[in-house]
């Protein structure tokens, strides 16, 4: 036992304080159940010198003192203001009592620890500017969990939780009403985590987790989703954060409390109006922090809240509307769009948060989609009202809204991805129905067509089979109904009128200048973004494989009166007539058509070939580039010449069609580049020759050389320069040809680079094996590679053919670079057999020329020729 | 007169061509006068045979043996 006696200081005069209700070999006082611990003498002595200075301080009226301190407050004469301890120094006084509780008599606790908690209570609701400004969030919280261990001896846990807790919101809420940012986004921060921990509370609480609720540090223990959203709205916390103290950060912050409230009980439609006042007269930053937080809580609206958001934005006038504003009315109606049911048993059944109340949005059965589409009215499909902003986006984009370009697009744009969503399926039918009646009207025609356009390509699936959401049917549907090609070329018709009009009273107008396309003629859209419009959406629809729209020759006509005879602009006809024309697919390998194939030889005659149609004086290059695409197109339908890789082609048949008009052009196109190109295709014509027509070449050969003299006897005798000239480029360049000189006259840069490495080709010919050694560069062509092998054997061009690898090459690959061939030899010639009565050299066209002394004379009268007052 | 193009352009055709047997071999056999094989009347004529001439005085065993 102990004994006082025992003691080097007299000390205490009894047990007032402590050690009264146990034996001090227990170390202090124990609940009912505990086991007493084994304690070793040292340690009984130990603890018996504790109680002993226990009592000792009491009987010196320490305790006094102590809860005097404790509780201190006082009125600062300066600021008027109740001051109390520091919290740090709170806070190591908390320590020395809570390390000592246990020692401490029963009756001297009752007396301490409810003026403890009453201590703390006040601590926390006198805390001035000034002490937020120095106070530590940490050190405050360090304080409340003290205070927590320590007063969760003394009363029931679920009393001091409940203080402290809210004792802890209260102090946020401090930090968040001070003059301090840094304080501010504490206090918003810590209010947040205090609501994370409140969704954790409420979620082991609804699965019955209660070991975890007890015990778990994050989650709350008193605080629950009722009466914390209670706490916001008695304190005014949405008022304090949108009010004049309005802050971006603290606006991010709080975006996630007002879904957290939007999530378990509805948001209040004072909330609304002010956060919809909260955007006025705001700086941009600020109100888009703002918009985002209202298209964030869009879908958590109830329908009164929805309705009453949306006459808000109703209300703005479009005068004023900017690119956030935009912003707020695409999320705004992307996020209220009715949900499909399976959507909601989703949901619903993923969150009992939901389960005591259904918001709007969620739980509204859509029947939207409950029918059929087919021939019934759009308009009665569905009803706009569901759809929150979408009319309004409809009308911002019309050339009659009063919002500028920029705008209206940004309002197409957000309509066509909202009429991509699920909900919208019957929506986007109408929507189709409604642009379709403005082309009709030529009403802001250009954008309806890129949303009918985006609707159908992205909402639609291609198929070939007939079904409510196919492309098939619903083309087949629009077309039944407005006749899709036919509405399309009026509206183009119409459009080219109005921009020719606008055109007329503008002075810098002239076909050649192409700025004025990039202005806006009509509408809201520049000419450009008209045309293209327009054709980029009639190539889709004729172009769709599945439902089968074409061009017949009188709306190809009307194009072409638009586009090519009536062009407001060169870089129109340039435009047109490459869409025009067919188009060859690398990807695929393919060739695709805009016209259908069995129209394109009425479209060769009575287009391409009509000089009232397409002007062969002026013929432009593109205009050329047409002409030959579909002079290919036909023959080969025809089966007159054979396409193959590289586009390249061969003649099957000699009086293939166009070949008339062609030499029409010849002798009319004034433009250089593109008469170089008609020549290009007449030599060709001429020289890429099947194997079956080998008994004709040479002859065929006579008859153009012949034919180009003619055209320089001709311009002799009538003193035409011009007819002069082109009998000589004529022959010159089938002279080029013949002899295998390239068009390739350029050299690439990597070939550039490689240039300097030459090889010495082995070339044999057969069947005499007679070997020869020709030098040839990587980057020449396999003409220069033919020319310099005709020169070693002394062979004309066309007296051999040439193998490699024992495969013909033919002429057709004369332009090919020879480093892309790949192969360094040996090659093989094999003299080609003359045809039975020619001479084999004499076929060569210069001899054709040469040996002909009419031809001769006629070079020399030319040149000598006093041809005075001749053009 | 032509443009200088359109006459370029046709003795352009003229060199590209092998040369014509029958004035080359008036040339090499000289069998009538000078003045008619080098005809002055028409200048290009007479360059076209110069040039032959040449051809013949730099190479003339060649020519002799064909």
Known sequence: MYDRKDLPLKVSKGREYAGKEYETVYFGRMSEDDVPPYRSDDETKHSNFIVELINVFGELGGFDEWLRVFTYKAIDPKTNEQTVLPFKLMTIMLSNITAIYHHLNQDLVAKLVPSIKEAISLRFKVISNRDIKDLDKEIAMKFLQKAQELLCQYYKAQEIYEFLEVAELELAFKFLTCQYLEKRLKGINEIKEISEKIEFHEHLARTGNTQVLLTSTKCTKYLNAKLFIKWLVDNKFFELILGDSIHIEIIKRCSDILKFMAKYETIPLQIIDLLWSACEGKHEAILRALVGMIVDISSSLTKEGANRLHAKILSLPQEELNEIHLDLIKGFAMYTLPQEEETISFHSSGSTADSGKSNYFRSKVNNVNSSLEGDKDPSKEVDEKNFFCVPLLWNLMQDSSHVNSHLAEVALVALSSILKERPCQKLRRLYLHKALENVKKHESASQCLTLIYAILKDSYYDTQFEYENSLKSILKELDTKFGLLELLIAEIESYHARAKKALESSKDYNKANTALRDTALVGKYTYHVNFSNHLEFLEFLISYENYSLDLSEKLVERLWDVFIVDALFNEDQKLFLKWISPRYNARTGETNFILPKNEAQTFFINILSNKNKLDPENLSPEGFSCFNSYFKVINELEGNIRTGKNAAFKVLNLNYLGKQQLWDLFLTCKNRETLEQIVRLIVECHLKLDDSLEAQKNVLWEELVSKCMGYLKEGYNNKNELLINRGVLLLMKFFDKFEGKSDNTEKKPEEGRISSYSFNIAVVLRPANISKTVQISLNQTIGTLRRKISEAFELNINEFKLFGKSNLIDREDDDKIFHHVGFTGPYSIQKIQPVTGSEGGAAHPKNIVASNPEYIDLLFALLSSDNSGMR | ?66
């Open chain 2, 1 to 66: 007169m032509y443009f200088v193009d359109t006459v370029k352009l046709i003795w352009d055709v003229l060199m590209r061509l092998p040369t014509n047997e029958s004035i080359k071999r008036k040339i090499y056999k000289m069998e009538e006068p000078c003045e008619n094989i080098f005809d002055q009347k028409n200048i290009y004529r007479m360059l076209y045979c110069l040039h032959i001439a040449e051809d013949f005085i730099y190479d003339r065993e060649k020519e002799r043996t064909k």
